[in-house]
């Protein structure tokens, strides 16, 4: 696999294209949490089943596309797919003792380390709109978590809900940047199933050390289970891979701010978790930066050309 990296004066397409690959993303994942409570599982049993399934129907697609990966591809993949693994047991982890808004609002501050991350060490630069776009979406998130509403059944985040959440932005950004260097090397298909099969195997081993039980999901459980390995995981996470070579790491960062705001709508349509209306106005000024955001980036003369040998 080869990525050839070139400015084309008035050939923004691949650009766009990325752009637009990280905003289904993050509606994809927007369910991701609507569907893991519905499981009715623990983080780390719901992690494993939903790990093996993606990991069933990549090798399924590796095998048809002819696309297996190397090992050169699953080495260069190994830390991905650990810090994967880990970040969704924390994730869902954390959805055991918070909102799923507040979770994943708390998780929308990734720009605040990406950004600066991304400039200091992947060579991306600052840029008025960028800075702008990021402060802005950043406030709308924090003013969104700090106006949501106490949850219906009377229930509040319990401290150590926020500790989690903290933990999974951590994990999150580190995959992040991550990603952004590993798939200069490895072609999209290949690096999903290698960060799969990794993630998998660490999910598997801390359910062996913590004695989980596997047995935990039945009846529609398992239908919500297999719907969250194929949409948040395999169409969300596999456009995010897709898009990175052609987005720069810092603005996928900001761009993925769209998931708290979808995901509080799914949380409010389908698990009755109320919005206030300061909490709909601080998304809906969310969403405006964004597309601000995602129309000025759209339009940067960048073109990266990702192809596939063999």
Sequence with gaps: MTVIEERVAGSPTTRGAGVVAVLWASLFWSFGGVLGKSAGASGVVLSFWRLWIACAVLVAIAAVTRRWPSWADVRASFVAGVLFGLNLCVFFITLEYTSIAVALIIGALSPVLALPIAVAFMGERYTTVKVLCTLVAVSGVVVAVLTAPAAADGSTTK????????????????????????????????????????????????????????????????????????????????????????????????????????????????LDERVSLPQALAMSVVVCSLCVLAYRESREHHVVIDEAVG
């Design 159 to 270: 401290p150590v809900g926020y500790l989690w959440a903290v933990a999974s932005l951590l994990v999150w950004v580190l995959y992040l940047l991550q990603t952004k260097r590993v798939r200069a090397t490895v072609e999209t298909v290949r690096y999903m199933t290698s960060v799969t099969l990794v993630a998998s195997v660490t999910v598997s081993l801390l359910v062996l050390s913590l004695g989980s039980r596997l047995g935990q999901i039945e009846g529609a459980g398992w239908l919500w289970v297999s719907l969250l390995a194929i949409g948040p995981g395999i169409a969300g996470h596999g456009l995010v891979a897709w898009a990175q070579p052609r987005v720069e790491a810092s603005v996928t960062a900001v761009l993925i701010q769209l998931e708290p705001v979808g995901a509080s709508i799914a949380a409010w349509v389908f």
